[in-house]
């Protein structure tokens, strides 16, 4: 058993910032944070040692600390406003790239476009996006595609964590539905997020099983199993080598592994350490005792 490891794959830059800017600001005083600061539950249990606390980030009374934190997701400025006014100290974990975002849309609105976005109508980073522009439409599917209204100018942003193909074919589409308007498309989905999205591709090329790690809630390590699934690959999505079963590699020959931007370098290390164990294991047993011990374990 093979096992090649993603080019590209695991924590980004604006994860690595949100995390140290997080780190810094528990260690001068009791901190709250508005949110899962990322989406990775090691994490969570890491600050939860440093005693920050969660609070919510449509909740003024959800913090006791002076110090709040804006998650690596952003936030609306209204939410920002309502916290500094209401006497907290805000520090701003916001990746870069989704402020780009933010900044985006803003300048749609102020030209005079309909703000339409491409993502997850819940999903935390879309929440905050549309917070300060209540008008705003957001479409996933094409079904979605009917509650953009009739507008001369329609202005399209996307999640930072979507696929380029998903975004490409939806604004495709909203040109379709509406020839009379002008549709202008500012590519907001982040670099990290495309460098990913595009080793996977390779990985899938040469591989005949695919292990993603990364938070069960992770909006990219989601997208990057969805794509080798689509592609009719087995894989497994994992948040911690524990999960990992052999059984599940017994007609494995090439195993690929990625991770979503929000992954722990040490949990990358710990699965692949974990999957040459399982490698070595298949090589050293006996094959009749081996194909004993996998039915076991189903």
Known sequence: MNIILAQHHGMCFGVRDALRTTHAAAQRGPLTILGQLVHNPL????????????????????????????????????????????????????????????????????????????????????????????????????????????????????????????????????????????????????HPTKQRQTAMEDLMRECDHIVVIGGRNSNNTRQLAQKAAAHGLPVIQIEQAGELDPAWFCDARNVGVTAGTSTLDETVDAVMQRLRQIAAEMRTTPVPELLRSMLQAA
Not at 69 to 94: K, N
Not at 134 to 148: G, I, K, Q
């Open 43 to 190: 994490v969570d249990r890491h600050l939860a040692t440093l005693g920050a606390q969660r609070g919510d980030l449509d909740d003024l009374h959800s913090a006791e600390t002076q110090q709040v934190a804006i998650t690596a997701h952003g936030a609306a400025d209204r939410h920002r406003q309502a916290w500094q006014s209401a006497g907290h100290t805000v520090i701003d974990t916001t990746c870069p790239l989704v402020k780009k975002a933010h900044y985006a849309l803003t300048m749609l609105v102020d030209e005079g476009y309909q703000p339409v976005v491409i993502g997850q109508s819940q999903h935390v980073e879309v929440r905050g996006l549309i917070g300060d522009f209540p008008a705003a439409v957001v479409v996933l599917e094409e079904a979605d595609l009917e509650r953009v209204p009739a507008h001369p100018q329609l202005g399209i942003v996307s999640q930072t964590t979507q696929p380029v193909e998903t975004a490409l074919r939806l604004v495709e589409a909203i040109k379709r539905l509406h020839p009379g308007s002008e549709v202008r498309f500012i590519d907001t989905i982040c």
